[in-house]
C-alpha cells in the first residue's frame, strides 16, 4: 500500500494569467519568424521549379549549337491570335533548321501594360527540328516540343476596377533577339537571345540567356 | 506486495533555477542561431557559382582561348612559370575575324569589363590551390592581392572552389574564370564561373 502525500493546492488564476501572457508574447514573437521561414520555404520552391526550367530548355538548344554549330538566324515578330509569336529559325552546320517559338499572351491586366485581350495569360516555347520542306506551318512544326512555363499560382486579374481574367504569376514579360555584326565583314557573328522572366516575388531575376558565335570555325 | 512511504518534495523550483535554466536555454538557441544563419548567406551566394548561363559563357571563352590565333606566340601562357594569373584581351587575338567575335562575345555574354581590354576573365594554371601551403597559386593570390584587384564576390568564389589537385582527364593545363555583370531586365548582379582549358 502506498501512502503518498500530493500537493493538491492547485494552480492560482494569477499563476494561469502570467503563463497565459507569457505564452502568447512568445507565440507572438515566434509567428513573424516562422511566416518569414515559411515565405522563404516558398520563394525557394519557386526559383527551383524557374532553374530546373530555365536548365533543360538552355541545355536543349545549347546542345544542338555547341555540338552541330549555327550557321544563320531569322527572327520574326508577329501578332496572330492576340498572342505575340517571335520565331527563330535557326539553320545549323548540318542543313537542318531548329525553331523556337515563344507565345505570350497578355490578359487585360493593369499588371500588364502591354495587355488588350480579354482573354488569361498564356505563354509557350516550342522549340524542335523544324521541316522547312512542308508547305503548311502545322506541317513544319509537326516535331517541335512544348515546354510550358512552370505553374507557380495564378490570380484574377483586374482590369481598371473590374475583375478580368486569369492572369499567372510567372510570366515571359521580355523577349529579345540580337545579332551582332563583325565590324569588317558586316555579316552577323554572334546571336544573343533573352527571354525573361516576370515574377511579383522574384521579379525579373530569371531568364533564359543564350549567347553563341554563328559560323564558328575553331582554327586548326 | 511491497509496501513505500513516499513524501513528495513539493516545494517546486526556486527562482535561481529557473533563471539558470532558461540563461542556459538562450545561449544554447543563440548559438545555434548564429550558426544557422551565416548557411543561410552562404547558399544564397553560391546560386551564383557556377550557373548554367555563365558556364556556356565559360564554354566559349575557353574554344577561343585554345584556338591558335589566340597569343599565337604564347607569350602570355610563358608568364603562368612565373605569375599565378593572367587577363585574357580579346587584342591578344591575331587577325581581325577572331577579334571581332572576341569582342561581340565578350559583349553578349555581359562579362564583368571596367574598360574594353580590361574584362574579369583571369586565365591560370588548371591547379589554383596548394593543400601543402604554398604561395604561388592563384588561391594564395586572390586572397592576399591588395585592395581593389579582386571584388570580394570573386574572392570569395575562389575560396570556395577545390584546389583541382587531381589532373584533368582531358590532359588540361590551365582553367579559365570569369564574371559576368547581368544587367538586363533591371538586374544588377554578379555571377562566376570557371572551365578547364586544354590548349
Known amino acids: 500500500m502506498k501512502i503518498v502525500k500530493l500537493n493538491n493546492k492547485g494552480i492560482t488564476t494569477i499563476e494561469v494569467i502570467i503563463s497565459f501572457v507569457i505564452i502568447v508574447i512568445i507565440a507572438s514573437s515566434l509567428f513573424n519568424t516562422i511566416s518569414a521561414y515559411n515565405q522563404k ?3 525557394e520552391n519557386y526559383k527551383s521549379k524557374i532553374y530546373t526550367y530555365k536548365n533543360t530548355l538552355t541545355k536543349t538548344i545549347e546542345d544542338d549549337f555547341v555540338k552541330i554549330g549555327l550557321t544563320s538566324v531569322n527572327y520574326t515578330r508577329n ?3 492576340n498572342m505575340i509569336v517571335n520565331q527563330l529559325d535557326c539553320t545549323l552546320k548540318d542543313g537542318t533548321t531548329r525553331r523556337l517559338i515563344i507565345k505570350q499572351r497578355f490578359t487585360r491586366s493593369d499588371m500588364h501594360p502591354d495587355g488588350s485581350v480579354n482573354s488569361g495569360d498564356y505563354f509557350m516555347i516550342e522549340y524542335g527540328k523544324s ?3 512542308k508547305s503548311s506551318k502545322q506541317d513544319q512544326n509537326a516535331n517541335l516540343t512544348e515546354y510550358p512555363l512552370p505553374d507557380l499560382g495564378h490570380y484574377t486579374a483586374k482590369y481598371k476596377g473590374v ?6 504569376d510567372l510570366t515571359i514579360n521580355k523577349v529579345s533577339v540580337s545579332l551582332e555584326n563583325d565590324s569588317a565583314t558586316k555579316n552577323a557573328n554572334v546571336l544573343a537571345l533573352h ?7 522574384l521579379l525579373t531575376r530569371y531568364g533564359i540567356n543564350i549567347v553563341t558565335p554563328i559560323n564558328y ?3 586548326d | 506486495m511491497v509496501k513505500k512511504n513516499y513524501k513528495l518534495n513539493n516545494h517546486g523550483f526556486v527562482l535561481a533555477e529557473t533563471l539558470v535554466v532558461s ?9 545555434i542561431y548564429s550558426n544557422y544563419y551565416p548557411i543561410i548567406g552562404e547558399y544564397e551566394k553560391r546560386e551564383n557559382y557556377d550557373d548554367v548561363d555563365s558556364e556556356y559563357a565559360a564554354y566559349w571563352i575557353k574554344e577561343l582561348i585554345e584556338d591558335p590565333y589566340y597569343d599565337s606566340s604564347n607569350d602570355n601562357f610563358k608568364k603562368l612559370d612565373t605569375d599565378t594569373y593572367f587577363q585574357f584581351k580579346c587584342s591578344d587575338f591575331t587577325g581581325s575575324s577572331k577579334k571581332n567575335l572576341c569582342i561581340n562575345l565578350v559583349k553578349a555574354f555581359q562579362i564583368n569589363c571596367i574598360s574594353d581590354n580590361n ?8 591547379q589554383i590551390g596548394d593543400p601543402t601551403g604554398g604561395t604561388n597559386n592563384f588561391k594564395y593570390t586572390v586572397k592576399n592581392a591588395p585592395k581593389g584587384t579582386f571584388s570580394s564576390g570573386f574572392k570569395d568564389y575562389v575560396a570556395y572552389l577545390q584546389n583541382f589537385k587531381i589532373e584533368s582527364r582531358f590532359g588540361s593545363k590551365y582553367r579559365v574564370f570569369l564574371v559576368i555583370k547581368h544587367q538586363e531586365d533591371y538586374n544588377n548582379y554578379l555571377t562566376y564561373s570557371n572551365i578547364e582549358v586544354n590548349r
Open chain 1, 131 to 133: 521541316d522547312l520542306t
Open chain 1, 41 to 43: 520555404r516558398l520563394i
Open chain 2, 119 to 126: 574584362c574579369q576573365i583571369y586565365v591560370t594554371k588548371y
Open chain 1, 79 to 81: 501578332l496572330q491570335d
Open chain 1, 195 to 201: 527571354i525573361g522572366f516576370y515574377h511579383p516575388e
Open chain 2, 23 to 31: 540563461v542556459f536555454l538562450t545561449i544554447m538557441f543563440t548559438m
Open chain 1, 163 to 168: 475583375d478580368g481574367q486569369s492572369a499567372l
Open chain 1, 217 to 219: 570555325v575553331a582554327s
